[in-house]
């Protein structure tokens, strides 16, 4: 079965004044369709991998799963696919963001020191990303929250790369400059103290429960 575009939790216009309605329209509807788009055409040739799930597909990324000839296709329009899908979910309209709680909170505060730095450092880690890629932030095996960079449409499901720490997904940004030239032009700060204000922190509790039982939420 061919993957497809997942609708919205919410309209364009939920996010302003943080996130403009113009610019996501076209990052769901152009760019992310087009990661869709990418990887259903590869994977016509290996219609074996059309069963496979967008999770499981992103952590055969480099391995010998994926065919030689599409691994560098599946790995920036899989990445990308599973990267917006699970984007879109962790944002919320910014009346119903009010802070990590319960264990995650305590987690937070644990790994962190508080919930401050743990933002201080997210934000160090989008903002020095050079040229396009993601922060994370992701829980391992043991139950211990990391943040991580990756560059371009990787994430931290794709272990098998070098330089990659294996992580469940928690929170993520996305910092190419499609999701945020429109309003913010080269002020990427801006942009990434903005999105803690949208951050639906009830999908990043469910998150990191789920991550804590080796499991991945989409």
Sequence with gaps: MAFSLPSLPYDYAALEPHVDATTMNIHHTKHHQTYVNNLNAAL???PELKSVGIVDLN??????????DIKTVV???GGGHYNHSFFWKIMTNPSNTNGPMGDL?????ADFGSVDEMKTKFNAAAAGRFGSGWAWLGV???????????PNQDNPLMSHLPDTKPLFPVLGL???EHAYYLKYQNRRPEY??????????E????????????????
């Design 174 to 176: 996305d910092v190419w």
């Design 105 to 109: 909170k305590a987690a937070i505060e």
């Design 203 to 218: 999908q990043a509790a469910e998150n990191f429960k789920a991550g804590k039982e080796h499991k991945v939420l989409l």
């Design 59 to 68: 952590k055969a990324v480099n391995t010998d799963k994926i065919p030689a």
């Design 44 to 46: 016509d040739k290996f």
């Design 192 to 201: 990434i103290a903005a999105f803690w204000n949208v951050v639906n922190w």
């Design 140 to 150: 391992d095996e043991a139950g211990k929250l990391h943040i991580e960079s990756t």
């Design 75 to 77: 790995r920036n329009n």
